[in-house]
């Protein structure tokens, strides 16, 4: 069954310290990866994904994620936060249906809390 | 850029009436879905759908119905308002190529 697990419900970081989400999924086919940022009443926002090749992906906000496909693990990384990245994190997976893209499934989410 | 415009950001509903929310997508996208969204359960996929007039259940499609009309259209009813339907309601669209992407979200209440 698919599934995506993020361990840490909360996290508390001070401002520029280094910031690593995690994020684990279970998927039978090659998976794409997703990291969706939401702000309090917003929308999901999409960080970065992984399709195919180079196993680090860049996204947007000076945020990346690291493909392992041998610990089925997609983590995200940022080395300097700012107090503007409080939010809640999404980790999402999914796969090729035919020619496109299907549903996505998601973890619970990661509340990031940054002191100042 | 991509754009999933939602009809409304705030809805407040009486109990029985039958609610229409609304969403279009501009990047000729052949998926969409529907979300709810509500603390400690994530979200969950009420329904999706992979083409005109084509829609599947998701997880949670009880008490919800949807319409795909056009390509960039994609419809959320509740037939009948309840109280445990008031929620954040998020939609999406999504390709191979681009991934998904997500609308404000509809928050919703049931009085």
């Known amino acids: 069954a698919q599934s995506v697990t993020q361990p840490d419900i909360h996290i508390t970081v001070s401002e520029g310290a280094s910031l690593e989400l995690r994020c684990n999924y279970s998927y039978g086919a090659t998976p794409y990866l997703f990291w969706y940022v939401q702000s309090p009443g917003q929308g999901l926002q999409l960080l970065l994904k992984?399709?195919?090749?180079?196993?680090l992906v860049q996204g947007i906000k000076g945020f990346e994620a690291e493909f392992k496909r041998s610990q089925s693990s997609f983590n995200l990384r940022k080395p300097s936060v700012h107090w503007s990245d409080a939010a809640e994190y999404f980790c999402a997976v999914g796969a090729a249906r035919g020619s496109t893209l299907g549903r996505l499934y998601f973890g619970r989410g990661t509340q990031l809390t940054v002191w100042p | 850029d991509v754009k999933v415009t939602q009809s409304s950001r705030y809805l407040v509903k009486r109990t029985g009436e039958k609610v229409f929310l609304e969403c279009v997508q501009d990047m000729d996208h052949e998926n969409m879905f529907w979300y709810r969204q509500d603390p400690g359960l994530g979200l969950r996929l009420i329904y999706f759908?992979?083409?005109?007039?084509?829609?599947e259940k998701g997880d949670i499609p009880e008490g919800y119905s949807v319409s795909r009309e056009k390509k960039e259209r994609f419809s959320l009813i509740l037939e009948s308002a309840s109280t445990n339907q008031t929620s954040m309601y998020l939609c999406?669209?999504?390709?191979?190529?681009?991934?998904?992407?997500f609308g404000q979200g509809t928050r919703l209440t049931v009085v």
């Open positions: 759908s992979y083409d005109v007039k084509m829609k």
């Open positions: 999406a669209s999504s390709s191979e190529r681009h991934g998904a992407f």
């Open positions: 992984y399709f195919s090749g180079d196993t």
